[in-house]
Structure formats: C-alpha cells, structure tokens
C-alpha cells in the first residue's frame, strides 16, 4: 500500500512559482520593456525625445513581448514534468490536483497536444508515462479531519462584487477624465454613471439576497439552486472551471452526478474564495465517500 505524505494544497502550492508567477512575470516583463522604450524620454529625460519613435521599427514593438512569451513558454515547458512527477509520487488525490492546476493555468489538460512541447529528459518521460496510470485508476480521495458532519451549511451571495466592479468603473472614470483634463480636482458629475452602475446592480441582486443561499450542503447531499439536492455519494465529481466571458474570466463550480446530470453555477458572485469553496465541498464529499465505504 502506498502511502502518500504531501497534501493537494501543498502539492500546488509547490508548483505555482514555476509553473505560474515567474512564466506571467516574464510575459509582463516583455509586455513592459515596450512601454519602457515607448516613453524612455520620460524616464530618461532625454532631449529631442519622439515619444512614438518606437513605432518606426515594427521588429522592436513585438520583439519583446515575443521574447517574453517564449521565454515563458520554455520556462514552464523545462519545469512540468518534474512537478507532475512529484505530485504522482506524493500526492493521494492526483485527479484533483491536476484539475486546480489546469483550472489555475499551471499546466494544459492532459489530452491537449501542447503536452508534446513539453522538454522531458527520456528518464521523466518514462517515469511519467508510468505514474500517469494514476490518473486512470478510481480516485483515492484525500480526508482532513471531520469536518462534514457539521449541521446545514450555506454559502450565501456576496455584495463585495459590486463593491470591486463600482471601484474599478470609478477609477476608470476619474483616471480618463485626469488623463484628458490635465486636471485632478474631479466634478461631481463624475461619479453620476458609477452610482447609476451600483444602484442598477443593486436592484438586480436584491431579489437575491432574500432568497435562500445558492450553495447549501450538509454531511448527507449538497443543494445548487435551482436543483434538488443531490447526496455526497451519488457525486462522481467536483471541480473549478475557468470560463471566458469576454475579456474576463468567471469561476464555476461544475458537479457531475449520477441521475441528476451536471450541475453548474457561477461561484465569482458568492461570498467567499472560490479555492475556499472547492476545499470545503472536496472535504464533505471526500467524507460522505469514506463513512459510505466503511457502511
């Protein structure tokens, strides 16, 4: 029996310097280097600066960026296949791991074709096509504690939304009226669509407050609204999706069932994380499973 001594949240943790902020932060960093070069004589205060010069050249205008997304690339690409090989050694509940760091942008899905860019020394290519059998098995669930045989939980919707959207549509208004005004004293006037923005949110989320929590489970089934409850053990899985809405991206919580079909609802909208969410939901399931195999 193997025994495995590295937890899902340590497991991701692990990952995410290699697999995530450094790749981001070089992007960022070629991203930047434009920006530099384009206002260089603000920097520098350089005489004679032609602040648009840059875009006489069009080689330098996307040299960097370019070389900060393969630099990127290649980072992530030469750090994979080591950190999927630790996690299979260690980690219980590989599936889960996996589907996070997908959901968090570390690494592609395991059917997608930029795997095969991945840079794999033929020992790790070996060892991984071995351990990858993991991922075929039933899943071994991970089990903290006894949380789950709490009493009715519920996750309720979250006014913090509104609150960062109004901010972001206030700072985008008084920044572009700065901008063209050359002025930082900002009129009242200003912040009329800001408040037309929150009070029009507000009277669509007020019907929400006075229902009943969209998220509400307890050590016996989970309930989504809008659907019937649905037990722990007739759950065959739970996971976070990244979906693009537009420029944005939304978090759902997706539920697969047996005889209920596929639950979805979007949890960037209630209070709460959504990495708190999936870790409180994973251990309820995780001990339904455990009491109804023990049964």
């Known amino acids: 029996m193997n025994y495995y001594n590295i937890s899902t949240k340590e497991a991701l943790e692990a990952g995410k310097m290699n697999l995530k902020y450094i790749p981001l932060g070089l992007i960022y960093l070629g991203s930047m280097s434009v920006l530099v070069f384009l ?36 980072w992530r690409s030469f750090h994979s ?15 889960r791991v996996f589907q996070l760091a997908v959901s968090e942008g570390m690494i592609f899905e395991r059917s997608s074709w930029m795997n095969k860019l991945e840079y794999r020394t033929y020992d ?11 991922l075929d098995k039933p899943r071994q669930m991970e089990v903290a504690g006894s949380m ?65 929590a969209p998220l509400r489970f307890n050590n016996k089934e989970l309930t989504v609204t809008n659907h019937p409850p649905v037990a722990w053990t007739n759950i065959s899985d739970i996971r976070m999706e990244s979906r693009k809405q ?22 960037g909208e209630l209070k709460g994380s959504s990495a708190e969410i999936e870790d409180t939901l994973y251990q309820y399931w995780a001990l339904a499973k455990k009491h109804a195999t023990n049964a």
Do not use: C
């Open 39 to 74: 206002f260089k004589g603000f920097f520098l205060n350089e005489p004679n600066w032609e602040p648009f010069a840059i875009f006489s050249n069009p080689f330098l205008i996307f040299l960097f960026p370019l070389a900060g997304l393969v630099l990127s690339f290649a």
């Open 81 to 95: 296949a080591a950190w999927k090989i630790w996690v299979l050694e260690n980690v219980q509940d590989v599936h």
């Open 124 to 134: 790790q290519k070996i060892r991984l096509e071995e351990l990858e059998q993991r």
């Open 148 to 212: 789950g045989l709490a009493g009715e939980q519920a996750i309720p919707y979250s006014i913090n939304s509104i609150l960062v959207q109004a901010i972001v549509v206030v700072g985008m208004f008084a920044g572009f009226y700065a901008f063209t005004s050359g002025k930082t004293a900002f009129p009242i006037q200003i912040f009329i669509i800001p408040v037309v923005f929150i009070g029009f949110h507000l009277v669509r989320w007020i019907p929400r407050f006075n229902s009943p």
């Open 246 to 267: 537009g420029k944005s991206s939304t978090m759902y919580l997706v539920v697969e069932t047996t005889g209920s079909g596929t639950l979805e609802l979007n949890i």
